[in-house]
């Protein structure tokens, strides 16, 4: 295995976050009824005609910007011609040879450097329609006895961003992901939520002999829409190419489902190749020229991003945190408890592991973090901080008890009382700690500190 070097590119889609269609006024809507949001454009009917959407190009350049791309001064419309039920035009319309956003690079920051991460092009694209299989079991098309489609989607704003196959392992893929799904959200670009569909991505996967030059044959694999089967799915592909190339099989390029349930990968089709598609530059639609103050405005306007962020949190919090709170968008959170007063390491802590809360909140809940509370009064000021304004002396009564002289003589009283429980302990079953915890909880209905309670049984047992 080590004698093989995974190389792994990935193509992410993710839909645009505005309010109508690509090239018509239909409204975005994903929760709407189906086919309530077509219009002759996106239903393709003869002589419609397509028109750009401005703020789908701002959007996208705005990426482009953040990715480092070389912004082009003029983008073409491509038809890609291929027949599908969702598909009506018969084409799709996309950008082939001069995409809005050329070279780019997305550096990641890592604990010992960072990585750097080839941007191949970003560009635009309309989605197709959403084919339903009805009647089946699976929601799949075996099975089913009807297949319908949904032309809400039809001609939804897509970005596609290609990387150079620049990664080596699924970790590395992974944290190219979340760092570009984390700009994407943070830019207001899209929404980028994989569970609803705003976010896919193709992984492409093929295995080298360490210090081979050149690529051998790629899987493609099509349509991912989970961390999770991403990380998976990469591992399970390098594993059988690996196996395939030491047994002198041929590794064939092709595109590949993952099947979970298998942990393995099954051939879904033999490749395309881009001259299948005719390509050609769409007749209805003239050339997309960026005017350079446009371009400018952009980029001036773009916030602090996610990897900048990372590193200036680093010496705050440490690296694996500061990576951890600013790729889940939770820093906010711990910023807001720091700037109250909450030690930054406890802030960050508590930010990945607590829902978020009004802004206004954070005094309270520091003086509350502050006060040695109960779990389940913690648990109480957190949820109703999400929701109103809260104030720390409704939860500070719950004060968990940490007084040793208050609590020495009810520890006493335990151990004296389970003599043969003691023994036990004492014969080598430290388990049974858990057991004299549970009974001073239950003196205390739940309210002493039980790193006090465990500091002076494990004295007592000492003895
Ligand atoms: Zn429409």
Not at 41 to 68: D, M, S, Y
Not at 101 to 110: A, S
Not at 165 to 175: F, G, T, V
Not at 391 to 398: M, P, Q, W
Request: hydrophobic share 40%.
């Amino acid at each position: 295995m080590s004698d093989w070097q995974p190389v792994i590119g990935l193509e992410v889609h993710a839909h645009l976050k505005t309010r109508t269609k690509m090239f018509c006024r239909c409204e975005l809507d994903y929760g709407a009824h189906e086919n309530s949001r077509t219009c002759p454009v996106c239903l393709a009917h003869p002589g419609a005609l397509p028109v750009p959407n401005e703020r789908a190009i701002e959007l996208t350049i705005k990426l482009g910007l953040a990715l480092e791309c070389a912004i082009a001064k003029r983008a073409v419309f491509a038809r890609k011609n291929y027949f599908y039920p969702d598909l009506p035009k018969g084409y799709q319309i996309s950008q082939y040879e001069s995409p809005l956003c050329g070279r780019g690079r997305l550096v990641i920051p890592t604990e010992d450097g960072e990585e750097i991460v080839g941007i191949v092009r970003a560009h635009l694209e309309e989605d197709a329609a959403k084919t339903v299989h009805a009647g089946g079991a699976t929601g799949r098309s075996v099975g089913a006895t009807a297949s319908l489609v949904d032309f809400n989607r039809s001609g939804t704003p897509l970005l596609e961003i290609v990387s150079e196959p620049d990664m080596h392992s699924a970790d590395e893929a992974l944290r190219y992901m979340r760092l570009l799904r984390q700009t994407i959200v943070e830019l207001g670009v899209s929404d980028a939520e994989m569970e609803k569909g705003t976010l896919r991505a193709d992984v492409n996967v093929s295995v080298r002999r360490r210090g081979e030059d050149g690529l051998r044959p790629r899987w493609e694999i099509k349509n991912m829409n989970s961390f999770t089967f991403i990380g998976r799915a990469i591992e399970a592909a390098v594993r059988q190419q690996v196996a395939a190339h030491e047994a002198g099989e041929e590794v064939v390029q092709s595109t590949y489902d993952y099947d979970a349930d298998t942990d393995r990968l099954t051939v879904h089709r033999s490749k395309e190749e881009a001259d299948d598609y005719r390509y050609f530059p769409e007749p209805d639609l003239v050339p997309v020229e960026p005017p350079a103050e446009m371009v400018e405005r952009l980029g001036g306007a773009l916030p602090e991003l996610p990897g900048a962020r990372i590193r200036r949190l680093e010496p705050l919090v440490g690296f694996p945190l500061a990576s951890e709170l600013v790729s889940t968008g939770n820093e906010r959170k711990a910023e807001l408890l720091a700037a109250a007063g909450v030690e930054w390491r406890a802030a960050a802590n508590v930010a990945m592991n607590r829902g978020d809360f009004l802004p206004e909140n954070a005094p309270a809940l520091a003086a509350v973090l502050g006060a040695n509370l109960t779990r389940e009064a913690l648990d109480r000021a957190f949820a109703a901080a999400a929701t109103a304004s809260i104030t720390a002396d409704d939860y500070l009564s719950d004060a968990a008890v940490g007084d040793e002289a208050a609590l020495a003589p009810l520890v006493d009283a335990v151990l004296a009382a389970n003599p043969g429980q003691v023994e036990t302990y004492r014969g080598g079953k430290e388990g049974v700690l858990g057991f004299f915890v549970g009974q001073v909880m239950k003196e205390t209905g739940g309210k002493a500190d039980p790193k006090v309670v465990n500091r002076l049984l494990r004295e007592r047992l000492a003895r």
